[in-house]
């Protein structure tokens, strides 16, 4: 170690590690509870290294308690490494999940952030300024975390990677596909100049060009953590920059020194030069020309998706190669209307689909069945009195109209079974039966699993392991004494005298099995496309794994003899009451009957969008099962409101705007700098596996902030707003939301003109002016009367009506009006989503509910099942815990009505 370190960095003995690590014993005392960092954590790893080849000794000559000790001192140690707690708690998390333990992976989740948030290249979010290039350029970044990833985003721009674009960005995440690159060894010299003898570096790709950013390309290098005040270097070839980073106090006092610069290098360089005396204990300065030759780089200008794949149990980047991406997507049995279950998975294969079209090279082709023959289907057909193809075609016409309502974007590819049958089916089974992958019974033909397993190199049951003879059962069968294997199953029913829907076959009239259509369906697709597109990924919703998704597999890889698909997708269950909402179970609610609840006529209602949000991010992860409760879905509705009157408001705004104001104050900036983190942030969070949920929080983020920043900023830079509305309806197009949301608010200029020129606009202003008069009389009054009273009430219900209409009036505290304005309409849902619950004590006289009754009554009848002593309602009617938010809304509701008992004792 160096011998005299830098003011402000405490000596590291030579001992230390030979106390803590010596002979194979670890004394945790001194450390417990803590990780290591810098030049100890380096000297910890070359430690454990040593005692991992001493247990590779020990295991092969050694005795079983040398052994034992040596596991016990490596796991002793590696408990005082940050990134590998943070490794083993992800990958605990993960496998936790999939055996559906929640609350057990909610723990090593926290145990994975409280290693991650002490890890030193978590700690880099903020503005920092760099200096780079021969000329010594200047230029200033700001840089956030989307989940793992840190993006650094330029604020100050140029011809080459203007503002608001990405300049860097590195994956830190340790279960992602990085190279793990060794530290920076500093010579003596260095190491006193930067107070450490290793530097921790990770690879990453930055954003780099020589002609203009249309050129641009992003290329792979370093970021090299140094310290708190000068913490990493970004080196790609040709372009090495080095940040310091000053306070934001010390940004914005600069700025405000020299709101009339004309210069923005002379700025960005006093700001460079005021960065090496934030602190007074040692200056900061810059690296020798040995710390800018450690980098390495190549060009890489992938900008992948990564998603959890069900084969693999790994979230891993969906590649690329020479053909484009085809996404297959099992479709719907169309023998009953399709439910929120169905939904749910439509939805979020939906999200996925717009994310990845965004981010690949060459657009996708998105397939998908419809299993329009069937045992349902013909029982249904039967019971109906209706051809099967009548009763299948006529409610794969509700389905895709229900997509419609849901803005889910249609597949370009639609495969109906019965219209493949004896073009892709038939032969498919026909070459199976050649391979000896199948046999020929009495009742049909089925596939052979164990002849599959015994003559293939794949094993049958691998995308889940669980399927083993006891689960047989679930398997569809003809006769289940005519198989060879329990595991067995039809490929081809033999016709029946009860069908009335077959075809001819070479093994006798009959019907095609429900496991092969999609096997032959994908192989017949792909040769059509076989010159642009590769199936690379199959989805569906998580009960298909097995035994459908299963059987696809062995079918599969036996008619190519190999591999098949290799990235498999499962959405979450969705439950009520206690159980998966399924056809089957009689327990479902039907797309139509949610719809049907809603004022669609209006121009802002849209369950399909608070539906899109709620399974965004407050369903939970896609892959997760989800719990259906109206109180979770009128949560939805409630935040897309918000967003609703962000929109508005911002296009009031900057209607209400003369545009005259240029200079930007403190609220200016940090509007404009979290609007652009959040661009990307959001971004970044639908790459790494879709993460809705921090996707939403951050976008909220904007939204509230924005919200507050129209009130308390009433005329500023226009461009500040402009920014961050298209940023804000960027990220909402991204993620599906129909117009009705992403447009909300535009033409807001039209509108205001429109009302003006017209009847409506006299009509408002002499309603508003009427209601002014009366407003002001009763507050003038010296001691309130009921007749007072009334009078406020009434203006109070012609204020909300007008509200109905988009208008709203601004009221001053002395009664008197300042008019109106165009505004978000506050329509209401005609009845709530319970079926029959609609009309449930709508008629309830408020200021008659006691406070400890009121949500048991009236709208909120029969929405909460379990109370505290305050008649606070703790549960949902589902069972689930009342959500902190809601809470909070409830408890404000719960004030208002005590101020209302309490009023109407007074007057009595």
Known sequence: MVAAPPDGFE???????????????????????????????????????????????????????????????????????????????????????????????????????????????????????????????????????????????????????????????????????????????????????????????FLGKGQISAAGFEDSQFVQGNLILVNEYFSFAWLPIGHQVFFGRPTPGLVLKLLKDDQNQSDERQFLEKCWDETHHIDDHREVQSPSNGFRRAFSAKSNSENHVTIYNSLSKEIERIPESSKAIAWYTCGPTTYAPAHLGHARTYVCIDIMRRVLEAHVSKPPLFTMNITDIDDKILKAAKDNGESPLDLARRYEREFWEDMDSLNCLRPHVVARVTERVESDIVPYIETLLGKGMAYETEDGVYFDVKNFSLNTFSKYGKLSPHATTEQAAEIEVCDANLKRDQRDFVLWKKLKST???????????????????????????????????????????????????????????????????????????????????????????????????????????????????????????????????????????????KILRFLYGGEAWLAASNGDVKLWNDNDFEIHMLSLGAKRTCTLALQNDFDGSEFLTELMRVIEAGNIYFTNRPNGPTEVVRTALGNVRELLRLVGFSNKTTDAGLGHENRRASLENSNNHQDADMLVSLRSRMRKIALDQTSRDQVSNDLLELCDELRNSMLDQGVEILDSQHGESDGWRPCLPKSVKKQTMQSGSSNKGQQVELHTVPLGDLFKAGIYEGQYSQFDANGVPTHNADGSKVSTRLMKKLLKKREIHTKRLAQKIKEK
């Not at 200033?140 to 990677?161: F, P, W």
């Not at 192989?523 to 990924?537: A, G, R, Y």
Request: glycine share 8%.
């Open 11 to 201: 000596e590291l003995p030579e001992n230390r590690m030979d106390r803590q690590f010596g002979k194979g014993k670890v004394d945790g005392a001194e450390k417990k509870g803590t990780f290591l960092n810098g030049d100890e954590l380096h000297q910890l790893r070359h430690q454990v290294m040593a005692m991992r080849l001493e247990l590779q000794e020990a295991r092969r000559t050694g005795t079983e308690l040398l052994i034992r000790e040596l596991e016990k001192s490596i796991r002793n140690a590696q408990q005082l490494d940050a990134e590998w707690i943070w490794a083993v708690e992800n990958e605990r998390q993960v496998k936790a999940e999939e055996k559906g333990r929640f609350h057990e992976a909610e723990k090593h989740r926290k145990l994975a952030m409280e290693a991650r948030n002490a890890l030193p290249q978590f700690g880099l979010e903020g503005l920092w300024v760099g200096k780079y290039g021969e000329e010594q350029g200047y230029e200033m970044i700001n840089v956030t975390y989307a989940r793992d990833v840190l993006v650094a985003t330029k604020v100050t721009g140029s011809k080459n990677v203007p503002k608001g674009q990405v300049t860097f960005e590195v994956d830190l995440n340790p279960r992602a596909e990085r190279e793990i690159l060794e530290p920076i060894k500093l010579g003596e010299s260095a190491a006193r100049q930067w107070g450490s003898k290793y530097l921790q570096r």
């Open 499 to 641: 069908d009335s829907v077959c075809w001819e076959a070479p093994w006798g009239k009959g019907r095609p099995g429900w496991h092969i259509e999609c096997s032959a369906i994908i192989e017949s697709i792909q040769q059509q496309f076989e010159d642009t597109h590769h199936f690379s990924v199959h989805a569906g919703g998580v009960d298909l794994k097995f035994p459908h998704h299963t059987n696809e597999i062995a079918q599969a890889e036996a008619y190519r003899d190999g591999e098949w698909i290799n990235h498999w997708v499962h959405t979450g269950h969705l439950h009520i009451d206690g159980l998966k909402m399924s056809k089957s179970l009689k327990n479902f609610i039907s797309i139509r009957d949610f719809l049907g609840k809603y004022d669609v006529s209006s121009s802002v209602e849209s369950p399909g969008d608070d539906f899109r949000l709620w399974c965004l991010g407050l369903s939970g992860p896609y892959r997760a099962p989800a719990t259906f409760s109206e109180s979770r879905l009128y949560e939805a509705r409630n935040i897309r409101q």
